[in-house]
């Protein structure tokens, strides 16, 4: 059997390099996620796709609004409000390198 590590020898350090504070939440993230494979999406769709609660996904949607992360379109149908929300391309950068961060860190879990 293959030993962990050398007797003596520290564990390499596994930093989070790349890894995006407001992305560790995972509400956010998988707004993210799925915002980057639609142009844009109502609140009400979003709520659906990610399960969420009115209150929970409003708040996680203004935390991203806030870093630049999303636009927002608010229009009327008729008399009723739709927000539309879609991902910028700070957001996506964002999420590419959250992404990547994750991979890295996976990749040296494997080592």
Do not use: N
């Not at 596994?14 to 799925?34: P, Q």
């Not at 636009?71 to 008729?78: A, C, K, S, Y």
């Amino acid at each position: 059997m293959k030993p962990d590590r050398e007797e003596g020898a520290e564990p390499e350090r596994v930093g989070f390099d790349g890894l995006d504070k407001l992305l560790e939440h995972r509400v956010r993230l998988a707004t993210c996620v799925v915002l980057s494979r639609y142009s844009r999406l109502t609140f009400t769709r979003l709520k659906v796709l990610l399960d969420e609660t009115d209150g929970s996904l409003g708040a996680h949607l203004t935390k991203l609004d806030g870093a630049g992360y999303l636009t927002i379109e608010r229009q009327f149908t008729g008399r009723r409000p739709t927000s539309w929300y879609a991902l910028t391309a700070v957001g996506r950068a964002a999420l590419k390198q959250h992404v990547s961060g994750l991979q890295q860190l996976l990749d040296r879990m494997k080592g």
